[in-house]
C-alpha cells in the first residue's frame, strides 16, 4: 500500500503578506510589493527593485540569540515553521522526534550574512587575507547552510533525518519533493519542508546586473514585475519563506487534520543545455511535468490550474509556454496559467514553497491567483494568464512547475484529496 | 531493486585519480601540508589537506575554465574518471534515466571571495557575469548534467559532513524511481582566506603546526581537524541496467543507509549516531556481526570522539569491528568526506584490504579496534560508513559486496 503524503500545515513570510491570512490577501486582490530597495542605497546598479518583508524578527519571537546567529533566511525559515505548526493542529510534543524530519529549500543560503561579515573581515576588499579576528562566531552557520535545516529541527523537535535542498531556484519544489519522498518511502511519517532565501544585497543585485537578469524598470517599481507581458524585461528579487507540515495522508484524516492537498505527483529532469540558457522548446520542463502528471495518475485535462513560475524574463516565459503546450496539449490553452512573480517578486529558492502555498490555497478557496501587470499580451505567450484580477474556478488539481540555474527543471501536482482522482 | 556502484573517481590530497589515492591510502601517505593555496601564516590554523598536482587546464576545457571554481573543477574530472571507469557512453541509457545528485557544503567560495572583493573595492560592474552560479551549491550538479548530457532526476543536498552520504542514499532512491544511472556523490574545498576565516569560526580546526600530529581522532592527544579539498564521484546504477550495457565492473552495492539529527543540545538525551548507525543496518539486513570494517567519521574532537567511540561500541561491542579513518590522510573534506569513504570501502572489498589510520595512537578508554600501523589485510563483504555534519547531522551507509 503506498503511503500518500498531505499537507496539513501552511506557514508563510512574503513581501506584503506576513502569514497565510495576508499572502493570500494580497494575491486574491492582485496587489503588488514590489517597492524600491529600501535595505541599502540600490543608486550603484542597473536593477534597483525588489519586493521585500517589513520583517522585525523579535516581533515573531525569536530571542536576541536566535536574531544574531541566524542569518535572514534562515529567521524567516524559523518564524515560518512556528506558523506552519501551529497552523497543522499537531500535538508535536506527542511525536516520536526520531520519526519527524526537516527538508529546507535554500538557493543561495546565507548569502546576505556572508556578504555582511565579509565586509568586515575585509574592510570592504581592502584584504585579500582576510582578518580572522574580526569574525563573528556563527560565520560557520553562514559558511554552510544546513544550518538552516538545523535551526529547523530545533524549533520542531525533529531527529529524524535532516538536510537542505539547494537545487538553485527549484529548491523551494525539491525541499518539499524531497519529504515527500521520505514520508512515502516510510523514513519519516511527519516532515517539516519548505524553503527561504533572503538574498536582496549588493553582491546578489552585482550578479543579476552582470547577465541582465533583473528588470532596470526602476521609475515603477510597483509595476516592474510583468510576466508574459510583451513588455517584460527581467525579474524582480524578492525574499520570504514557506514552510509546510507534511504527514501521511490516512494519519493526518485519523486525527481529523485539516488537510489542504495531496503532494499526489513530482519530478525534476535537467535540461543539460546551459547554466543560465533554456532552450526554447521546453522539452525538459515538459519530460517533468508528464512524469509528474503520471505519478499521480492525473490527466493534463484534470489540471484545474497552472502555477507557472513566470519569472518575467524574455526567454523564461517563452520557454514555459512551449513546455505547457508540449505537455498539456490543447489542454493548455484551457486551463488558466498564473505567476505569483508579478506581486511577491522572484526569491530564487523559496518562491517554489511560497508557489506550493499559492496553489494549496487556490485549492481551499476556489480562486485562482492573477498575474498583475499584465496588460500587453505577448503573442509568442498566448495562454489564459488570467490577467489582473483573480478568478472565482472550481480548483482541485494544480501544477506548480519551477525553473532555475543549473537547467533544474521541476513540476508538482497538488489535489484536493477529497475529490477522487 | 539494487543499486550498486560501477565507477569512482576521486581527487583526494594524497592521490589524484583513484588508483593513485587508493595506493597512497594503503601505504599510508599523508596529504597534509603546509596551506599552498594562499599564505595562512597570520593564521592560527595553517595546514590543509590540498589535492596534489592538479593543473586545470589539463582536465577542464577552456572555455568553462573562467566560470568554474577550483571545487568545481575537481568535480568535474571526479565525474569525468568515474564515467570512464563505469565504461559508460553516451546513449548507454536514455538522457532522462540518467542524473546527477551531488552534496555541497560551501559552494565556491574562492570564486565567491573574488568577485566580493571586486564588488567592494572597484564596483559592480566588476563582477563577473558567472557569479551568479559558479558560487552556489546547485553548480556541481548543474555542471556535470551539462557536461554529459544527464537530463535525469538531479538534485543538491547540503548536510555539511554527512552529504556525501545523503547524496548517495538520494541516488538510491531515484534509482527506486525508475531512473538507470545517478551519478552522485560530493567534492568540496574552500581553501581562500575568506572560506578559511569561516572555517576556523566552527571552533573545530586544529592549530597544530605538524601535519603528523594535527589531527588524531580517537587518541588521547586529539584536539580538532584539519581541512582538506576534494572528494570522490561515483557511479550509481541500477544493477540490472549496470549487467544489461555490459558494465566493466561493480565494486558493490548501496545496500543500507539512515540519517538522523541530534537532540538539541542541553535535553542530556544520547545523540542520534547510533541510532543512523542501527537504522542503516536494519536497512541493509545486516546484522551487526556481518560488518567488516566501520569508516569512521573520526571528528578529532574529543567529545564528538567520544560520541562516536561510544555508538560504535554499542553496537558492535567493545573492540567488535575493526574501525578505520583513512581521513586522517586527506583532512576532513566536509560533503567530499562521505563519498570518499565510500569509495574506500568498495575498494577494500576489491582487495581485501582495511587502509590505516595514521599518525594516531588510540585511546584505549574508547575501546575500539583502530586500524593503526599499516593495512590490515581481511575479507571484507560489508562495510559501515559514518558521517557527520556540523549542527547535529549523523548519517550511515552500508556497502556490500554485489552478489
Known amino acids: 500500500m503506498t503511503r500518500r503524503v498531505a499537507i496539513t500545515g501552511v506557514g508563510v513570510l512574503a513581501p506584503g503578506g506576513i502569514g497565510v ?30 519586493a521585500e518583508i517589513d520583517f522585525y524578527p523579535e516581533m515573531h519571537g525569536l530571542t536576541p540569540q536566535q536574531v544574531r546567529r541566524m542569518d535572514r533566511a534562515a529567521q524567516l525559515a524559523v518564524v515560518a515553521t512556528g506558523e506552519a505548526m501551529a497552523d497543522s493542529g499537531m500535538e508535536f510534543a506527542g511525536l516520536d522526534p526520531a520519526r519527524l524530519g526537516v527538508t529546507i529549500g535554500t538557493a543561495v543560503g546565507a548569502t546576505t550574512g556572508l556578504e555582511e561579515e565579509y565586509r568586515v573581515v575585509s574592510d570592504d576588499g581592502r584584504l585579500h587575507l582576510v582578518d580572522h579576528r574580526y569574525t563573528a562566531p556563527h560565520l560557520y552557520g553562514y559558511l554552510v547552510p544546513s544550518s538552516f535545516a538545523a535551526e529547523v529541527a530545533w524549533r520542531a523537535g525533529a531527529e529524524g533525518p535532516v538536510s537542505v535542498v539547494s537545487t538553485g531556484c527549484t529548491s523551494g519544489l525539491d525541499a518539499v519533493g524531497y519529504a515527500a519522498g521520505l514520508i512515502r518511502e516510510g523514513s519519516a511519517d511527519v516532515m517539516i519542508a519548505g524553503a527561504a532565501d533572503a538574498p536582496i544585497s549588493p553582491i546578489t543585485l552585482a550578479c543579476f546586473d552582470a547577465i541582465k537578469a533583473t528588470t532596470p524598470r526602476n521609475d515603477d517599481p510597483g509595476h516592474a514585475s510583468r510576466p508574459f507581458d510583451a513588455s517584460r524585461n527581467g525579474f524582480v528579487l524578492g525574499e520570504g519563506s514557506a514552510v509546510f507540515v507534511l504527514e501521511e495522508l490516512e494519519a493526518a484524516r485519523r486525527r481529523g487534520a485539516n488537510v489542504y492537498a495531496e503532494i499526489a505527483g513530482f519530478a525534476t529532469r535537467c535540461n543539460a543545455f546551459h547554466m543560465t ?54 489542454h493548455a490553452y484551457r486551463t488558466p496559467v498564473s505567476s505569483i512573480k508579478s506581486m511577491i517578486g522572484h526569491s530564487l529558492g523559496a518562491i517554489g514553497s511560497l508557489e506550493i502555498a499559492a496553489s494549496v490555497l487556490a485549492i481551499r478557496n476556489d480562486v485562482v491567483p492573477p498575474t498583475a501587470n499584465l496588460h500587453t499580451p505577448d503573442p509568442e505567450c498566448d495562454l489564459d494568464y488570467v490577467p489582473l484580477t483573480a478568478r472565482e474556478w472550481r480548483t482541485d488539481t494544480v501544477l506548480t512547475v519551477g525553473s532555475g540555474f543549473g537547467g533544474f527543471q521541476s513540476a508538482m501536482v497538488l489535489r484536493d484529496p477529497d475529490v477522487a482522482a | 531493486m539494487s543499486a550498486v556502484v560501477t565507477g569512482i573517481g576521486v581527487t583526494s590530497p594524497n592521490g589524484l585519480g583513484t588508483e593513485a589515492y587508493w595506493a597512497a591510502t594503503c601505504r599510508g601517505e599523508s596529504g597534509i601540508g603546509e596551506v599552498r593555496r594562499f599564505d595562512a601564516s597570520r593564521y592560527p590554523a595553517r595546514l590543509a589537506g590540498e589535492v596534489p598536482g592538479f593543473v586545470p587546464e589539463e582536465h577542464v ?19 569525468d574518471w568515474a564515467l570512464a571507469d563505469a565504461g559508460f557512453a553516451p546513449g548507454d541509457v536514455p538522457a532522462y534515466a540518467a542524473g546527477v545528485v551531488t552534496a555541497s557544503s560551501a559552494g565556491g567560495f574562492e570564486f565567491g571571495q573574488r568577485e566580493l ?3 567592494w573595492s572597484k564596483g559592480g560592474r566588476y563582477v563577473s557575469a558567472y557569479q551568479s552560479f559558479a558560487w552556489f551549491y ?58 578559511w576565516v569561516a572555517q576556523m569560526a566552527g571552533g573545530g580546526l586544529s592549530t597544530g603546526a605538524d601535519p603528523a600530529t594535527a589531527y588524531l581522532p580517537f587518541d588521547a592527544r586529539a584536539a580538532g581537524y584539519v581541512p582538506g579539498e576534494g572528494g570522490a564521484i561515483l557511479v550509481v546504477e541500477e544493477a540490472e541496467s549496470a549487467r544489461a550495457r555490459g558494465a566493466r565492473h561493480v565494486y558493490g552495492e548501496i545496500a543500507g543507509y539512515a540519517a538522523t539529527f541530534d537532540p538539541q543540545q542541553g535535553t542530556g538525551r544520547e545523540p ?28 578529532g574532537i574529543p567529545e564528538l570522539d567520544g560520541v562516536e567511540a561510544g555508538a560504535i561500541r554499542a553496537v558492535f561491542g567493545p573492540g567488535g569491528v575493526p574501525v578505520t579513518a583513512p581521513k586522517t590522510m586527506t583532512g576532513r573534506l566536509y560533503a567530499g568526506a562521505g ?53 547535529g547531522f549523523n548519517s550511515a551507509l552500508v556497502v556490500r559486496a554485489a552478489a
Not at chain 2, 577494500?348 to 593495512?375: K, Q, S
Request: glycine share 12%; with cysteine.
Open chain 1, 21 to 50: 491570512k495576508e499572502f493570500w490577501g494580497l494575491l486574491s486582490e492582485g496587489r503588488t510589493a514590489t517597492r524600491l530597495i529600501t535595505f541599502f542605497d540600490p543608486s550603484p546598479f542597473r536593477s534597483r527593485v525588489a
Open chain 2, 339 to 391: 563519498s570518499l569513504d565510500v569509495a574506500a570501502a568498495l575498494l577494500a572489498i576489491r582487495d581485501g584490504r582495511i587502509p590505516p589510520t595514521v599518525n594516531v595512537v588510540p585511546e584505549p578508554a574508547y575501546g575500539l579496534d583502530l586500524v593503526v600501523g599499516g593495512p590490515r589485510e581481511a575479507a571484507v563483504r560489508t562495510a559501515l560508513v559514518v558521517a557527520r555534519g556540523h549542527g
Open chain 2, 117 to 119: 572583493r571586486n564588488l
Open chain 2, 61 to 79: 576545457p577552456s572555455r568553462l575554465l573562467p566560470q568554474t571554481d577550483h571545487m568545481t573543477r575537481l568535480a568535474l574530472t571526479a565525474a
Open chain 2, 138 to 195: 546547485a553548480v556541481n550538479t548543474g555542471q556535470t548534467s551539462i557536461r554529459h548530457g544527464l537530463k535525469g532526476p538531479s538534485g543538491v543536498v547540503v548536510s555539511d559532513g554527512a552529504g556525501g552520504l545523503d547524496a548517495i542514499a538520494q541516488a538510491r532512491r531515484q534509482l527506486r524511481n525508475g531512473s538507470r544511472l545517478i551519478l552522485s556523490g560530493g567534492v568540496d574545498g574552500s581553501i581562500c582566506p575568506w572560506g
Open chain 2, 272 to 299: 542520534g549516531l547510533r541510532r543512523a548507525i542501527e537504522l542503516a543496518l536494519k536497512d541493509a539486513g545486516a546484522a551487526p556481526d556481518e560488518v567488516d570494517v566501520v569508516f569512521a567519521d573520526a571528528a
Open chain 1, 277 to 330: 540558457g533554456l532552450r526554447p522548446d521546453g522539452a525538459e520542463m515538459a519530460e517533468a511535468i508528464r512524469v509528474a502528471l503520471a505519478e499521480a495518475r492525473t490527466n493534463a485535462e484534470d489540471v484545474d490550474y497552472v502555477n507557472a513560475h513566470g519569472s518575467g524574463t524574455k526567454q523564461n516565459d517563452r520557454h514555459e509556454t512551449a513546455a505547457f503546450k508540449r505537455s498539456l496539449g490543447a
